[in-house]
T-cell receptor, first 109, second 117 residues
């Protein structure tokens, strides 16, 4: 089993739709969780950290479920500019980050 | 956020030559920097962890003699691809860790696209 798994997609949604991605991790000792966004041929950019209590930033909501070992990202009112690959990142006690393969999102008019 | 620069952004070289890539944290000190490689449509693969003042820790399968890493200061790490071959052509990305706690984050440089002819 891979350490961090994501559905590669693509998720193809219309503008204004709500879309959610999940990411599962295998190491129960994982400590920090992040969502990054990567545009084609660009470097990943931090979208948001994921806290135990969940957190929201505008149209984006991230949640952590330690019992089931997954994190989620919810995007409301999708924009064309949200089209990108969303990477799940998990770190352990030694802070060695492990990346998921990414989930591709395509928002169409 | 934080700013991490990477230079050069693109390099084309002949097989057998060595290529040096620099990664700098511009507005913070980074005790740890990471080097990744990403092939088309693949996820980022961690190559090595670079700690200031000590030897880099390489991931399994990454040749330390081929990918030389030097973390000379708290703001600079370099990756040298020695005797590059066409199969080394890839997108190389560095990141710098900001902070020292478990909730700190890493910020990425813009990447270096290496093409070996």
């Amino acid at each position: 089993r891979k350490e961090v798994e994501q559905d590669p997609g693509p998720f193809n949604v219309p503008e204004g739709a709500t879309v959610a991605f999940n990411c599962t991790y295998s190491n129960s000792a994982s400590q920090s969780f992040f969502w990054y966004r990567q545009d084609c041929r660009k470097e990943p950019k931090l979208l948001m950290s994921v806290y135990s209590s969940g957190n929201e930033d505008g149209r984006f909501t991230a949640q952590l479920n330690r019992a089931s070992q997954y994190i989620s990202l919810l995007i409301r009112d999708s924009k064309l500019s949200d089209s990108a690959t969303y990477l799940c990142v998990v770190t352990g006690g030694s802070y060695i980050p492990t990346f998921g393969r990414g989930t591709s999102l395509i928002v169409h008019p | 956020g934080a700013v991490v620069s990477q230079h050069p952004s693109r390099v084309i070289c002949k097989s057998g030559t060595s290529v040096k890539i620099e990664c700098r944290s511009l507005d913070f000190q980074a005790t740890t920097m990471f080097w990744y490689r990403q092939f088309p449509k693949q996820s980022l693969m961690l190559m090595a962890t670079s700690n200031e003042g000590s030897k880099a820790t390489y991931e399994q399968g990454v040749e330390k003699d081929k990918f030389l890493i030097n973390h000379a200061s708290l703001t600079l790490s370099t990756l040298t691809v020695t005797s590059a071959h066409p199969e080394d052509s890839s997108f190389y990305i560095c990141s710098a860790r900001k902070g020292t706690g478990k909730t700190d984050t890493q910020y990425f440089g813009p990447g270096t696209r290496l093409t070996v002819l």
